[in-house]
């Protein structure tokens, strides 16, 4: 079973930056294709970006050239590394599998944006 612990969030201004990290226990990590999802306040939760075991990613429409996702399987770890951060992306980011079925969620990291 994989069981996934994500860190890296914290408070930031407008147009700042923060690299998330997401550890795998397990090394069945590196025959996953990989997504971070992001829950806000009243809303669903909702996919960032994929990226597959070789390396291709896949990006929403709302993140697309401000966020990269980059995994290291050797690592079992996958990031995100988020710039010109925005005020609607605040919201607790989740690593996870990029399609269901998904394993169990961890706790997540909290991203807020604010001045």
């Known amino acids: 079973q994989l069981q996934l612990v994500e860190s890296g969030g914290g408070l930031v201004q407008p147009g700042g930056s923060l690299r998330l990290s997401c550890a795998a226990a397990g090394s069945i990590f590196r025959v996953f294709d990989m997504g971070w999802y992001r829950q806000a306040p009243g809303k669903q939760r909702e996919m960032v970006t994929t990226?597959?075991?070789?390396?291709?990613?896949v990006y929403a429409d709302s993140v697309k050239g401000r966020f990269t996702i980059s995994r290291d399987n050797a690592k079992n770890t996958m990031y995100l590394q988020m710039n010109l951060l925005k005020p609607e992306d605040t919201a607790v980011y989740y690593c996870?599998?990029?399609?269901?079925?998904?394993?169990?969620w961890g706790q997540g990291t909290q991203v807020t944006v604010s001045s």
């Open positions: 996870n599998k990029a399609r269901a079925p998904f394993v169990s």
């Open positions: 990226v597959a075991r070789g390396g291709s990613t």
